[in-house]
């Protein structure tokens, strides 16, 4: 089969791309390469992944000949208030609009990359998918709007638009911004490590070998306009993360507590019980095993630095 990975040099995107060609299958990888993150980074992704340098809020996807279309492209991060909100706006509600445009032209399936984010603090634990969308930060208002581009596009274009909502992704190459990737930099350069509030907000956190399996299934396996829940099975506190990762690298992270970032949620817990029932998808990496991987890939990245 021949694929669109959007979002290529990307934490995510650059694994899916690569389990794609693992398996076969043809993969046309393109990105931005936006600056939010150190770019090295993400040549470093995208290495082996010949990734074409395309903005797709500027230019529209050529789908001749594609059997389908990965849209992982977007400004991720809830810190998406004040200035910072026009980007969330061009790269995560402009781009799927285009994305979409073509993929209906096209009449190519889209899997893309929507975020727990949508539930805000979520009316029930473990979350379902109908549970009410509040979210409450930029960052989630641009992914609802996603999710309802996709249904829009689905009743007037006949779009076949499967959207996925990851729940915190961790595993090597996991941007520098999110917690887990602080927290091994922090403890591989005996740094001290800034806990946003008390440090008992707490996540469903999914390897990121779990979500390009539960992604790839639903590019073959979903309903058309499925919504799935792509969550983690142990839900752990960052302070019990902390702790875990404290274990695995034998060291001992100095924390000092700052204030509580605005829009960031006090737990998510995804039910995952509508994929497992239709895909036959759960999570399979324990925390303590994704953890081990992840201490060993950012902890030899430091080292080398
Ligand atoms: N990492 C998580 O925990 C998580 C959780 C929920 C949802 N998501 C979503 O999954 C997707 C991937 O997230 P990630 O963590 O890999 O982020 P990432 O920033 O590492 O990857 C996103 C990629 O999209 C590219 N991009 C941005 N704007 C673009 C544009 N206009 N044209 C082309 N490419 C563009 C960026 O250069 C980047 O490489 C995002 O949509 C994100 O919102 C991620």
Redesign the pocket.
Known sequence: MRYVV?????????HLAEALRARGDDVVS?????D??DLAE?EE?ARGLDVAR?????ESLELDGVDGVF??????GVRSFGDAFPLYL???VL?TQRVFQSAAEAGVRVVY?????VYGEAERYPTPENARPEPISP?GIT?VACEELARAYAVSFGLDAVGL??????GPR??PD?FFRRVCDALASEATFEVYGTGEQSRSF?EVADVVEATIAAMGGAPAGALYNVGGGEEASMLEAIALLERISGRGLEVRHVDRARGDVRRTKADVSRIRDALGWEPRVPLADGLARMWAWASARVAAR
């Open positions: 959007t979002g290529a040099a990307g934490f995510i995107g650059s393109v990105d931005a390469f936006t939010y993150y993400k992704n395309i903005d797709l809020a500027d849209h992982l492209a977007g400004q991720p061009r790269r995560n781009v990359a929507s975020s727990s984010s960052y992914k909502r990851y729940f915190t992704v961790y996991q941007r999110m999914t």
